[in-house]
């Protein structure tokens, strides 16, 4: 893991993943500098101290192309960024328009255009998400980077957006000067990480569709920190890479040890107190953009990552509750 | 189905013999993927929950009998293509029972599409080791040295007419496809009694589709007849030394296997049919 890398800059910096992915890339010391960038001013954002001037952080909105020229032609630049990472993509599932997808797919767009010109830039490191693979009952349960992508007409904004802000990275992988990876992460089951999951769980009864309990895998921020730490150094290495988490469990356990009394009911009266939640609360979490995952198994295999990046999953998700007994 | 572990378990502690119970504790399992379940939902639990369900059955209404269970090879890859039949499914049930229970494995069964859809029963038997029929899902499990169960004349199997009983209908050709790619031995089973279990007199197609099935049938009798079931396992098929991996994307060559196996298996049928004679129910 010791490789000398110039520069890092590091998108969606004051999320918890990009928070914990800048405090492990400061720790090696092989890693010159960090360029985190958020939206926050700097004084709201949450960064590490004691660092010096081996950490910058700029606000720049990413959805706004020339800001990102001048970001990755003034600052990074000077750094000599080598490795881009982003992470950052919209996370609350109630927003959409353009501001949103200025964000979630024209924000990638103008790093890998720009990133291609640039002259210190060699790598770009995407964190994509499972919810582009589709699922289906007919489809494998375990879900390889080959599986059918969600392009369900009718999707949300917050699907359709993942799914092309994917496949934008893709497209270019192999064409451009830039090496590119993309990692397709399991949901983050952690608060501030756009987790529809996690708002599931932030309240008194989980409703589930009656019948049906399918097989769930999430990760860990720790996880998906490390996923991102491996890729940003594999220099020479591209392709798209699943990162599962450690954590593969029936929903009704993810309630039960989140504890989050789990009640099955009929779909209908779940979509429709959901939809209601969603209108009176203000909550992300939304079944329909959820139905199928809450009724078919869907559970990434990590193989590929594994083998090419080194990758596998260490640390579990911080559950509230645990049994002692994994079985019970 | 959707219930805690424990409450599996302590079913299962309830209704099965304490044999039983560590006979089933010592089943090599399939990775735990986390928190006691495969990927794929199998839990050890759960086995023991399926076989407080199977074992009435198995031992007194079906009084499965079992022979040439030692074929069936105790680790490594495998498939169990057997005949289907009886309206409802329960010959899938006995088999998944009679090789936990004889084999000492936990087999795979391979589940036509629409059963994941099924509330409840979805569940429940991928708590068992089933798994959706699609290509992705048996690759995986076979890859990872499982034995697959797979019932080659798929539904239309279970809902052939009486007077059809005993002969193969179609035989699809995916089993061989996948035992070739992975040099994996197909295992032939027979089944005897089960095709006689439920004659059934029609089958409503239209009810069937309004409710997600590939029909509804209209039996003869309300429920299954306690025929006995005889299990009858072939000599395994060792797909390895006749074809390579590669020729599993030649249609001829995986047509021929798979009409191996099919010719296995009714051999099994006739000859198993001939052991019995016409004694349905002893």
């Given at each position: 893991m010791s490789v000398y890398i110039q520069g890092v800059m590091v998108t969606g910096a004051t999320t918890p993943i990009g928070e914990r992915l800048i405090r492990r890339l400061l720790e090696d010391e092989g890693i010159e500098s960090v360029l985190a960038v958020g939206l926050e001013p700097e004084d709201e954002a949450p960064l590490p101290q004691g660092y010096g001037?081996?950490?910058?952080?700029?606000?720049?909105?990413?959805?706004?192309s020339r800001r990102v020229r001048n970001l990755l032609f003034g600052v990074a630049k000077e750094l000599g960024v080598e490795v881009v990472i982003h992470t950052s993509m919209h996370r609350d599932a109630k927003d959409s328009g353009g501001r949103v997808h200025a964000q979630n797919v024209d924000a990638l767009r103008s790093l890998l255009d720009l990133g291609e010109r640039h002259p210190t830039i060699r790598r770009l490191v995407f964190k994509s998400?499972?919810?582009?693979?589709?699922?289906?009952?007919?489809?494998?349960?375990?879900?390889?980077?080959?599986?059918?992508?969600?392009?369900?007409?009718?999707?949300?904004?917050?699907?359709?957006?993942?799914?092309?802000?994917?496949?934008?990275?893709?497209?270019?992988m192999g064409l451009s000067s830039l090496e590119i990876a993309v990692l397709r992460c399991a949901e983050v089951l952690a608060p501030g990480c756009g987790s529809q999951i996690w708002d599931w769980l932030d309240a008194s009864v989980a409703?589930?569709?009656?019948?049906?309990?399918?097989?769930?895998?999430?990760?860990?921020?720790?996880d998906a920190v490390l996923a991102l730490e491996l890729a940003a150094k594999a220099f020479g290495v591209q392709g798209v890479f699943n990162i599962p988490g450690k954590d593969t469990l029936p929903l009704s356990s993810i309630s039960r040890q989140w504890g989050v009394p789990g009640m099955p009911v009929p779909g209908v009266l779940a979509s429709a107190f959901y939809r209601t939640r969603r209108r009176l609360r203000g909550h992300d979490f939304s079944y329909g953009m959820n139905l199928r995952r809450f009724h078919f198994c869907s559970v990434l295999d990590g193989t590929r990552a594994r083998q090419v990046l080194g990758f596998e999953p260490q640390t579990p998700v911080d559950w509230p509750i645990t049994t002692g007994d994994p079985a019970g | 189905m959707p219930m805690p572990p424990l409450l599996a378990r302590t079913i299962a502690q309830a209704r099965l013999d304490a044999e039983t119970l560590a006979y089933v504790d010592r089943l090599p399992m399939p990775g735990d993927a986390g928190h006691g379940y495969d990927a794929f939902g199998l839990h050890r639990d759960f086995v023991k929950l399926g076989l407080c369900a199977a074992k009435p059955l198995y031992d007194s209404y079906f009084r499965v009998q079992s022979f040439g269970n030692e074929k069936v090879p105790k680790t490594g890859p495998g498939v169990l293509a057997s005949n289907h039949s009886g309206t409802v499914p329960t010959d899938g049930m006995m088999l998944w029972a009679d090789?936990?229970?004889?084999?000492?494995?936990i087999p795979r069964p391979v589940?036509?599409?629409?059963?994941?859809?099924?509330?409840?029963?979805?569940?429940?038997?991928?708590?068992?080791?089933?798994?959706?029929?699609?290509?992705?899902?048996?690759?995986?499990?076979?890859g990872s040295g499982e034995l697959l169960m797979i019932f080659p004349e798929g539904t239309p199997g279970i809902g052939k007419h009486f007077r059809d009983r005993y002969k193969l209908q179609k035989w699809r050709v995916g089993h061989a496809e996948l035992a070739i790619r992975h040099g994996a031995p197909v295992i032939p089973v027979a089944f005897i009694g089960p095709e006689e279990q439920m004659p059934q007199i029609a089958r409503l197609d239209r009810l069937g589709k309004l409710l997600g099935l590939p029909y509804v049938p209209v039996p003869a009798t309300p429920l299954p007849m306690p025929v006995r079931y005889h299990i009858h396992y072939g000599d395994p098929i060792p797909t390895d030394r006749d074809y390579r991996p590669q020729d599993a994307d030649d249609?001829?060559?995986?047509?021929e296997a798979a009409a191996k196996v099919g010719e296995a298996v009714q051999a099994l049928i006739d000859a198993g049919l001939k052991q019995r004679g016409g004694r349905l129910f002893t």
């Open positions: 001037d081996r950490l910058t952080y700029v606000s720049v909105d990413l959805g706004r998400h499972a919810e582009v693979y589709q699922v289906k009952h007919d489809l494998p349960i375990l879900v390889t980077e080959d599986h059918p992508l969600n392009m369900t007409s009718g999707s949300p904004q917050w699907i359709r957006d993942r799914v092309e802000a994917d496949l934008t990275a893709c497209a270019r409703l589930r569709p009656v019948g049906f309990d399918p097989m769930t895998n999430v990760l860990s921020v720790d | 090789v936990v229970l004889k084999v000492g494995r589940a036509d599409h629409f059963v994941p859809t099924l509330p409840v029963v979805g569940t429940f038997f991928a708590r068992g080791g089933m798994v959706g029929g699609s290509r992705g899902n048996a690759r995986a499990l076979l249609p001829d060559a995986v047509a």
